[in-house]
């Protein structure tokens, strides 16, 4: 399985200097093998909304999220402690 950030979904989706590389790899890789937690969802909404580019954003939503079967991760409260 492989944690995709921010960083990396926002490189392909302001189609920025390493934008095909990004392509490349993700074509490679099944969704079903692609994760993104929800911090780095909400990250890209506010980055895009803040660029004005908040169609990006809900095509992003669309086409990862809802289309290709990339998994988002939602932590609770108690998976971000350090105790056991």
Avoid: H
């Amino acid at each position: 399985m492989y944690l995709v950030n921010s960083d990396v979904w926002l490189e392909l989706l302001l189609d920025q200097e390493r934008a095909n590389e990004v392509r490349q790899v993700l074509q490679n890789v099944e969704a079903d093998k692609i994760s993104m937690t929800e911090f780095t969802l909400y990250s890209i909404g506010l980055i895009t909304t803040c660029l004005k580019k908040e169609a990006v954003f809900e095509e992003f939503i669309s086409d990862i999220l809802m289309e290709s079967g990339v998994e988002r991760i939602s932590l609770s409260a108690s998976d971000q402690t350090t105790s056991p």
